[in-house]
């Protein structure tokens, strides 16, 4: 049967059988006089008139015509250019670069779901997939306006990938003083991008939050498990966010505990119409994952390399009095001690591990430096990762350590400018032979490919967070082989961590990869405490 739109002169459009039919190609349609063309005036927020309703002055008074809901929806649908003729090789839409098959899988997915936690491992590009969707819902007129949050370090990076496969959208940064901000949120742009804190305040420090004011066609949260603590002022903020589709990117979706993706899926299914019966059909549902060997078994190898040291005599003798006196006023505090007490302790240990504070020696730079001048030898760069940035145990004693290499640092305090000339310097500058990069300002968001060795100076408590830090340069577009260098030191607290961040990785393979949902929390506060023999109080 031929459909026809309610004019008093009805003419087939284009013979369209609804599930079955060839679409033929239409002429300019006249709707009620008025000139209309076959794609992209629809607007697909309004559900538009039901078969045999008014267009315009004319009418039909025949109402033996089915009456199909949302007309024009369906038929924006089947007049929509198809998605291959967009993201493929002869595009509609041109590409500063060819999408790989499973980029394109992803964004015909995030096109296809409202809400969905974009979770592949990380280098596989979920920034493009996630604009390169985007920009089509732009182009078919489906959206009108985007937020992305991301963490404030990361929004130079969106605003220049955004503008190398988005060119013709507009868009804005919310950032500066709140004077500032409120000016910004109400100039037009087809993105806005907005860091997690800069948010949490314009949402919950003011009575009348401009970002709440809009209803957002499409809300973005990029390195979304900055919302993994449900309670956090930043979760509250995204979650309060109105977002006709909701899509979080994340690599890590678990870091410690189921409990992390129970708040990312949280934030999504407030615009997915409500929870599923349980946790796991509910991640099921809304996830798409993929890894690295799996869709680029072309990527050169990641080798990881474990390297246990003996401490040097003075660096040793440093330990051993720190432990053994942290423990005794561990133990003298009884009933009082606390889980801070015990990390403070973790923290000096994991910092004397990287340097003695007395004769300056270090078993793992004597180490590092040996490697580098290997690795520097054949030509190769490197990124060194720690969770400390001072002078003493952290990225400034490593700088005056590792000077001969002529290395970069990259901080947390470093200004948003100096991040992004150190950025721009190691990529330009191959004298420059190592990046010193503090593990959290440094692990997410940075395309690092000119680097091929990543070295762990000291341990994070979360696999997934150190994962993610070598995935800065283990990612889509390196071409040589990455060689991973994470150092332990023997018979120290840094051992009896290791055992339990392999735990962790297990449990991180078990739940995000398998989405095996049958985990506990890992690291409790007991065994925090037994990595000293002490008893948790709160077991007592």
């Given at each position: 049967?031929?459909?026809?739109?309610?004019?008093?002169?009805?003419?087939?459009?284009?013979?369209?059988?609804?599930?079955?039919?060839?679409?033929v190609q239409?002429p300019?349609?006249?709707f009620?006089g008025a000139v209309?063309y076959?794609i992209?005036?629809?607007d697909?927020t309004d559900?538009g008139?039901?078969?045999g309703?008014?267009f315009?002055d004319e009418?039909s008074?025949d109402?033996?015509l089915?009456k199909p809901?949302?007309?024009?929806?369906?038929?924006?649908?089947i007049?929509?250019?198809?998605?291959c003729?967009?993201?493929?090789?002869?595009?509609?839409l041109?590409w500063?670069?060819p999408?790989?098959?499973f980029?394109?899988m992803?964004?015909?997915?995030?096109?296809e779901r409202r809400?969905?936690?974009?979770a592949d491992?990380m280098g596989?590009?979920?920034t493009i997939q996630a604009?390169a969707?985007m920009?089509?819902?732009f182009?078919?007129?489906e959206i009108s306006?985007s937020?992305?949050?991301?963490?404030?370090?990361l929004i130079v990076?969106w605003r220049l990938?955004?503008?190398?496969?988005?060119?013709?959208?507009?868009v804005l940064?919310i950032r500066?003083a709140a004077?500032?901000?409120?000016?910004l949120?109400r100039?037009p742009?087809?993105v806005?991008?907005?860091?997690?804190?800069?948010?949490?305040g314009?949402v919950?420090d003011?009575?009348?939050?401009p970002a709440?004011?809009q209803?957002?066609?499409?809300?973005?949260?990029d390195?979304?498990?900055?919302?993994?603590?449900?309670?956090?002022?930043?979760s509250?903020?995204c979650k309060r966010?109105s977002g006709?589709?909701?899509?979080?990117l994340t690599?890590?979706p678990?870091e410690?505990?189921?409990s992390?993706a129970a708040?990312?899926l949280?934030?999504?299914?407030r615009?997915a119409?409500?929870p599923?019966?349980?946790f796991?059909?509910?991640?099921?549902?809304?996830v798409l994952?993929?890894r690295r060997?799996d869709?680029l078994?072309e990527?050169?190898?990641k080798r990881?390399?474990e390297i246990?040291l003996?401490?040097g005599?003075?660096?040793?003798?440093?330990?051993?009095?720190?432990?053994?006196?942290?423990?005794?006023l561990?133990?003298?505090?009884g009933?009082?001690?606390?889980?801070?007490?015990?990390l403070?302790?973790?923290?000096?240990?994991?910092?004397?591990?990287n340097f003695?504070?007395?004769s300056?020696?270090?078993?793992?730079?004597?180490?590092?430096k040996d490697?580098l001048?290997?690795l520097?030898?054949?030509?190769?760069r490197?990124l060194v990762?720690?969770?400390?940035t001072?002078?003493?145990f952290?990225?400034?004693?490593l700088?005056?350590?590792l000077?001969?290499?002529r290395p970069l640092?990259?901080t947390?305090?470093?200004t948003?400018?100096?991040r992004?000339s150190?950025?721009?310097n190691f990529v330009r500058?191959?004298?420059?032979?190592?990046?010193?990069?503090?593990?959290?300002?440094?692990g997410q968001g940075?395309?690092?490919?000119?680097a091929s060795?990543v070295f762990h100076l000291?341990?994070?408590?979360?696999p997934?967070?150190?994962e993610?830090?070598?995935?800065?340069?283990?990612?889509?577009?390196?071409?040589?082989?990455?060689t991973i260098?994470?150092y332990?030191?023997v018979?120290?607290?840094?051992?009896r961590?290791?055992?339990?961040?392999?735990k962790k990785?297990?449990i991180?393979?078990e739940?995000?990869?398998?989405?095996n949902?049958?985990i506990?929390?890992?690291?409790?506060?007991a065994?925090?405490f037994d990595?000293?023999?002490?008893t948790?109080?709160?077991?007592k």
């Amino acid at each position: 049967m031929e459909y026809y739109l309610g004019m008093a002169r009805r003419e087939p459009i284009g013979a369209i059988r609804f599930g079955e039919a060839q679409v033929v190609q239409p002429p300019t349609w006249r709707f009620g006089g008025a000139v209309r063309y076959p794609i992209g005036w629809f607007d697909l927020t309004d559900d538009g008139p039901a078969m045999g309703e008014s267009f315009g002055d004319e009418t039909s008074d025949d109402d033996s015509l089915p009456k199909p809901p949302n007309l024009l929806r369906t038929l924006a649908a089947i007049l929509q250019a198809p998605i291959c003729s967009l993201t493929g090789i002869d595009n509609v839409l041109e590409w500063p670069a060819p999408l790989l098959p499973f980029q394109r899988m992803g964004i015909v997915t995030l096109l296809e779901r409202r809400a969905l936690l974009l979770a592949d491992e990380m280098g596989l590009g979920k920034t493009i997939q996630a604009i390169a969707a985007m920009r089509i819902l732009f182009h078919r007129k489906e959206i009108s306006s985007s937020l992305i949050v991301c963490p404030t370090s990361l929004i130079v990076q969106w605003r220049l990938e955004l503008l190398r496969w988005a060119p013709e959208l507009s868009v804005l940064a919310i950032r500066g003083a709140a004077s500032e901000r409120g000016r910004l949120w109400r100039l037009p742009a087809h993105v806005k991008l907005i860091g997690y804190e800069t948010l949490r305040g314009d949402v919950l420090d003011r009575v009348e939050s401009p970002a709440l004011a809009q209803s957002w066609g499409l809300v973005v949260l990029d390195e979304a498990s900055r919302i993994k603590n449900g309670a956090s002022g930043v979760s509250v903020a995204c979650k309060r966010l109105s977002g006709e589709r909701r899509w979080a990117l994340t690599g890590t979706p678990v870091e410690n505990a189921q409990s992390d993706a129970a708040s990312i899926l949280d934030f999504l299914l407030r615009s997915a119409g409500g929870p599923a019966p349980d946790f796991a059909s509910r991640f099921r549902a809304h996830v798409l994952r993929r890894r690295r060997d799996d869709v680029l078994p072309e990527l050169p190898a990641k080798r990881i390399h474990e390297i246990a040291l003996e401490l040097g005599p003075s660096q040793r003798n440093a330990y051993d009095r720190a432990e053994q006196e942290g423990v005794t006023l561990l133990n003298r505090a009884g009933d009082s001690v606390t889980i801070v007490h015990v990390l403070e302790l973790i923290s000096r240990l994991k910092q004397i591990c990287n340097f003695d504070p007395e004769s300056g020696t270090s078993a793992k730079i004597d180490d590092i430096k040996d490697r580098l001048r290997a690795l520097t030898a054949e030509g190769r760069r490197a990124l060194v990762f720690s969770q400390f940035t001072d002078n003493t145990f952290g990225i400034g004693r490593l700088a005056d350590a590792l000077r001969e290499f002529r290395p970069l640092v990259y901080t947390g305090q470093m200004t948003s400018g100096q991040r992004n000339s150190a950025i721009e310097n190691f990529v330009r500058a191959p004298e420059h032979k190592a990046l010193l990069l503090s593990l959290r300002a440094g692990g997410q968001g940075l395309n690092l490919q000119a680097a091929s060795c990543v070295f762990h100076l000291d341990r994070w408590w979360n696999p997934a967070v150190e994962e993610q830090a070598e995935s800065r340069s283990h990612r889509f577009g390196q071409t040589s082989p990455v060689t991973i260098y994470r150092y332990v030191c023997v018979n120290t607290m840094e051992e009896r961590i290791d055992s339990k961040l392999r735990k962790k990785r297990e449990i991180f393979q078990e739940f995000v990869d398998d989405a095996n949902l049958d985990i506990a929390r890992s690291l409790t506060q007991a065994e925090i405490f037994d990595l000293f023999g002490l008893t948790s109080r709160q077991s007592k």
